[in-house]
Nanobody, 125 residues
Framework: QEQLMESGGGSVQAGGSLRLSCAVS????????MGWFRQAPGKEREGVVA????????VPADSVKGRFTVSRDNAKNTVYLQMNSLKPEDSAMYYC??????????????????WGQGTQVTVSS
């Protein structure tokens, strides 16, 4: 069964760090990448970064470049998002989403096949 489950969210002060995890089940081949997305209240869901089965990643969104890093541990079927130098504007619900690999580079929510339930990140100033 295809399922994604995020964890690791929480509250942190500006400048701090968090590491999100996405436990992946049902996706065992290279046809899909795993993307991180976020959605703040009143805003559209936006793509942050995605990682392919071979460990390569897409170009991150400009808003997180140099601060967020995606990685994966295939032995644990887990994808991570390391978030450093957090800013209040990073506050959002963070989701992981399985996307058909050829469309991963667009970081578009419309191509996501399966979503996790999300994990909340709150950054205070």
């Amino acid at each position: 069964q295809e399922q994604l489950m995020e964890s690791g969210g929480g509250s942190v002060q500006a400048g701090g760090s968090l590491r999100l995890s996405c436990a992946v089940s049902g996706y065992t081949d290279s046809r899909y990448c795993m993307g991180w997305f976020r959605q703040a209240p009143g805003k559209e869901r936006e793509g942050v970064v995605a990682i392919y089965a071979d460990g390569s990643s897409t170009v991150p969104a400009d808003s997180v470049k140099g601060r967020f890093t995606v990685s994966r541990d295939n032995a644990k079927n887990t994808v991570y998002l390391q978030m450093n130098s957090l800013k209040p504007e990073d506050s959002a619900m963070y989701y992981c989403g399985a996307t058909w690999a050829p469309s991963c580079w667009e970081l578009s929510a419309r191509y996501v096949k399966t979503w996790g339930q999300g994990t909340q990140v709150t950054v205070s100033s």
